[in-house]
C-alpha cells in the first residue's frame, strides 16, 4: 500500500493505537467548532425572516439533530476502517472521482476559512482599536482592497496563526480543541450573566427580542422549511468528512456520543446567548447589536475587552482549524498524494481564503445565509445519501482498504451510478436556485419548484439516495 501512487501518511489508514480519543474530545472538538461568531448570529437570519426566539432556537435544535444523524453515520468508517473522507469517496464515486466530490466538499471550506479568519482578524482589530484609536487612520489601501492597513494587517496576522497550525499538525487540533472548550463555554455564560444583570430580567430581555424582528405576522411554515433547512446546510459540509476525526476515535460509542454531547446543545446554547444578549442590547443602548465584536468595542472596562476579544479569537480559531482546514488540506492531498501532503494542502486552502476577499463576501450576510447555505446543502445533500447508501446498503460497512489504494482495483476511476445520482437528484432543485440568485424570474417556472428548494437538502439527500440504490443495487 505504501508504494501506491494513492498514497501517503496523511491519507493512510490510522492504526489501532493510535485512536486516541474519546468522547470527550470528539464532544471538545464539537463543542470548538460550534462556539463561533456565526453560531452565536445564526437566529438573526430567523428572527429576521419573522420568528420569535423560541421558534428560532427549535428549528436551530431540530436542523441540528437531523444533521447529526448522517454525521454519525459517515463517521463510523473513520472509526472502524481509520480513513479519512477522501479515500471513504473512493468507495462511492470512485478513485478519480472522488477528486471532484473530495474538492466540492473541500472548496466550501475554503470559502468559510478566508470568513473565519476575516472575523478572527476583526476581533484582534476591534480589541486594538480600544486601546489605541488611531489605528483607524491608517491608511486605506484602495476601493479594490477595501480595507486600511491595520485591518488587513490583523487579517493576515490571525491567517498566519492558522496557518502555523496547520504546519504543527494533526495533534495540534486535538490539543486546541481539548483547551480551548471549557474556556469558550465559560466566556458565553460570562456574557450571557452580563446582559441578565445589567438589564436585571431574563424575562425583560426576552420580551424584548420580539422587537428584533423587521417582519409581522408571517406565516411560520412559510420561513420555517427554508430555515430549517438552511440550519442543516450549516454543518452539512462537516457530516461528510467527519470521518477526518473520528478515524482517531477510540470506538464507536465514543464517537456517537461525543457528537450528540457536543453538537445539538451547544449550538442551541450559543444561540441563546447571541438571541439573549442582542435583545439586551436593545434595552442598553437603544439598537439590537447582532455583532459581538461591535457589542465588545462599547465595553468601557480595557480589561474586559481584552477578555472578551481574546474569547473570540480562540473560539474563532478553534472553528477555523477543524471545521475549514482539516478537509480541504486532505482533499488537495488527495489530488496528487505523492506530492502534495496534508500540510501543503492546509498552505493551498490559507492562500485561497485570502484570495476570495472574505470581507467582501460576507457584506450581505442574509444572502450568504439563505442563498448560499441552502444551494451548497443541495450539493452536500446529494453526497450524503450516495455515501450512505452504498456503505450501508450496498457494501453492508465491509470494505476492502487495500484496494482503496488500487489504482487498478475494483474502485478505479469513475463510478457512474453515483455520478449519474448525483446529478439527477440535482435538477428538480436547480430552478429554485436560478430564482433564489436572481438569476430567472419567479414566473418562469411553476412555484412547486421555488417551493422544493426550500427543502433542497432533503430532497437531493432521498433521491441520490433512492436513485442510487435503484443503481447499483441491482448489480
Given at each position: 500500500m505504501e508504494f501506491s501512487p494513492l498514497y501517503n501518511e496523511d491519507l493512510a489508514p490510522v492504526p489501532p493505537e493510535k485512536r486516541t480519543w474519546n468522547k470527550w474530545h470528539i464532544a471538545a472538538l464539537w463543542i470548538g467548532m460550534a462556539v463561533c461568531i456565526p453560531t452565536y448570529m445564526l437566529a438573526s437570519s430567523l428572527i429576521n425572516q419573522g420568528m420569535n426566539w423560541w421558534q428560532a432556537l427549535i428549528t436551530i435544535l431540530l436542523g441540528n439533530v437531523i444533521v447529526l444523524i448522517p454525521m454519525i453515520l459517515n463517521a463510523h468508517v473513520g472509526t472502524k476502517y481509520g480513513v479519512?473522507?477522501?479515500?471513504?469517496?473512493?468507495?462511492?464515486?470512485?478513485?478519480?472521482?472522488?477528486?471532484?466530490?473530495?474538492?466540492?466538499?473541500?472548496?466550501?471550506?475554503?470559502?468559510?476559512?478566508?470568513?473565519?479568519?476575516?472575523?478572527?482578524?476583526?476581533?484582534?482589530?476591534?480589541?486594538?482599536?480600544?486601546?489605541?484609536?488611531?489605528?483607524?487612520?491608517t491608511p486605506f489601501l484602495?476601493?479594490?482592497?477595501?480595507?486600511?492597513?491595520?485591518?488587513?494587517?490583523?487579517?493576515?496576522?490571525?491567517?498566519?496563526?492558522?496557518?502555523?497550525?496547520?504546519?504543527?499538525?494533526?495533534?495540534?487540533?486535538?490539543k486546541l480543541e481539548a483547551w480551548s472548550a471549557p474556556f469558550l463555554l465559560l466566556i458565553g455564560l460570562c456574557?450571557?450573566?452580563?446582559?441578565?444583570?445589567?438589564?436585571g430580567s431574563l424575562k425583560d430581555i426576552l420580551n424584548a427580542s420580539y422587537t428584533l424582528s423587521s417582519q409581522n405576522n408571517v406565516d411560520f411554515g412559510q420561513i420555517f422549511f427554508p430555515g430549517l433547512t438552511a440550519m442543516v446546510g450549516f454543518w452539512a459540509t462537516l457530516s461528510l468528512n467527519i470521518p477526518d476525526f473520528t478515524r482517531y476515535a477510540k470506538s464507536q460509542k465514543d464517537q456517537a456520543m461525543g457528537q450528540l454531547i457536543g453538537l445539538p446543545p451547544t449550538m442551541v446554547f450559543y444561540s441563546f446567548i447571541g438571541i439573549a444578549v442582542t435583545s439586551a442590547t436593545v434595552l442598553?443602548?437603544?439598537?439590537?447589536?447582532?455583532?459581538?465584536?461591535?457589542?465588545?468595542?462599547k465595553f468601557e472596562s480595557p480589561v474586559v475587552v481584552i477578555i472578551s476579544m481574546l474569547g473570540l479569537t480562540i473560539a474563532t480559531l478553534s472553528t477555523n482549524i477543524a471545521a475549514n482546514v482539516v478537509?480541504?488540506?486532505?482533499?488537495?492531498?488527495?489530488?496528487?498524494?505523492?506530492?502534495?501532503?496534508?500540510?501543503?494542502?492546509?498552505?493551498?486552502t490559507g492562500i485561497i481564503?485570502?484570495?476570495?476577499?472574505?470581507?467582501?463576501?460576507?457584506?450581505?450576510?442574509?444572502?450568504?445565509?439563505?442563498?448560499?447555505?441552502?444551494?451548497?446543502?443541495?450539493?452536500?445533500?446529494?453526497?450524503?445519501?450516495?455515501?450512505?447508501?452504498?456503505?450501508?446498503?450496498?457494501?453492508k460497512t465491509k470494505i476492502s482498504v487495500?484496494?482503496?489504494f488500487n489504482p487498478d482495483g475494483p474502485y478505479k476511476g469513475w463510478?457512474?451510478?453515483?455520478?449519474?445520482?448525483?446529478?439527477?437528484?440535482?435538477?428538480?432543485?436547480?430552478?429554485?436556485?436560478?430564482?433564489?440568485?436572481?438569476?430567472?424570474?419567479?414566473?418562469?417556472?411553476?412555484?412547486?419548484?421555488?417551493?422544493?428548494?426550500?427543502?433542497?437538502?432533503?430532497?437531493?439527500?432521498?433521491?441520490?439516495?433512492?436513485?442510487?440504490?435503484?443503481?447499483?443495487?441491482?448489480?
Open positions: 479519512p473522507l477522501p479515500v471513504f469517496l473512493r468507495m462511492s464515486f470512485g478513485i478519480k472521482g472522488s477528486v471532484l466530490a473530495s474538492l466540492l466538499r473541500g472548496l466550501v471550506a475554503c470559502g468559510w476559512f478566508g470568513i473565519q479568519t476575516w472575523i478572527g482578524g476583526a476581533a484582534i482589530y476591534q480589541l486594538l482599536a480600544v486601546m489605541f484609536p488611531s489605528m483607524a487612520a484602495g476601493d479594490f482592497i477595501g480595507l486600511n492597513l491595520a485591518q488587513a494587517l490583523c487579517f493576515l496576522f490571525f491567517w498566519f496563526i492558522n496557518i502555523w497550525i496547520v504546519y504543527r499538525g494533526i495533534d495540534s487540533i486535538k456574557l450571557l450573566l452580563w446582559a441578565w444583570f445589567r438589564v442598553l443602548y437603544g439598537e439590537a447589536i447582532w455583532d459581538p465584536v461591535v457589542l465588545m468595542g478537509a480541504p488540506a486532505n482533499g488537495f492531498s488527495n489530488m496528487a498524494p505523492k506530492k502534495i501532503s496534508f500540510r501543503m494542502g492546509g498552505y493551498l481564503g485570502i484570495l476570495i476577499f472574505p470581507w467582501k463576501l460576507i457584506a450581505d450576510p442574509q444572502g450568504y445565509i439563505f442563498r448560499w447555505l441552502i444551494a451548497y446543502s443541495a450539493l452536500l445533500g446529494a453526497m450524503a445519501g450516495i455515501m450512505i447508501c452504498d456503505y450501508y446498503l450496498i457494501r487495500t484496494e482503496l463510478n457512474t451510478p453515483a455520478w449519474i445520482a448525483f446529478v439527477v437528484s440535482l435538477l428538480p432543485v436547480i430552478p429554485g436556485f436560478l430564482i433564489a440568485v436572481g438569476v430567472s424570474n419567479p414566473v418562469a417556472f411553476p412555484a412547486f419548484f421555488n417551493n422544493l428548494y426550500s427543502y433542497a437538502w432533503f430532497v437531493t439527500f432521498f433521491l441520490s439516495f433512492i436513485i442510487y440504490w435503484l443503481i447499483a443495487g441491482k448489480k
